[in-house]
């Protein structure tokens, strides 16, 4: 799934408007962009049926994706949870984090970033 340019798409950004079926997503490293967000397809309205399986994505270190453009995707994504894990924040703000968090929960989406321990002592020194 690797890029030849940084100009070509990635191919899970690509492949996931068909993944209907798809619930679960582990992405690790430079592997995609927003837009695997963005085109997850919401198969039926969140609140018609709280039994349903729950549609979750993680992302560890995505290198392209920064929680501005994840904002954005919140009002149109069809992912229920969506977890960010950066070993190196790059780009990332308490701030942004919160922002996105509040409009993930009034949406109905369950929202987390996760920072490794490493960089949150080298913070407090």
Known sequence: M????????YAIDAAIPSLTSLET????????????????????????????TMHRISLRNPLV??????????????WDSICVY???PVGYSPRSSADVAQAAMERGI????????????????
């Open 2 to 9: 690797w890029r030849n340019s940084d100009d070509e798409e």
């Open 25 to 52: 997503l582990v992405l690790d490293g430079d592997l995609s962009s927003e837009k695997a967000l963005i085109r997850k397809v919401r198969q039926r309205p969140r609140d018609e049926d709280t039994t349903r």
């Open 65 to 78: 994706i920064r929680l501005e453009k994840v904002l954005d995707a919140l009002s149109v994504t069809g």
């Open 86 to 88: 950066l070993d190196t």
């Open 110 to 125: 369950d929202f987390r970033v996760f920072l490794s321990p490493r960089e949150l002592e080298s913070d407090d020194a």
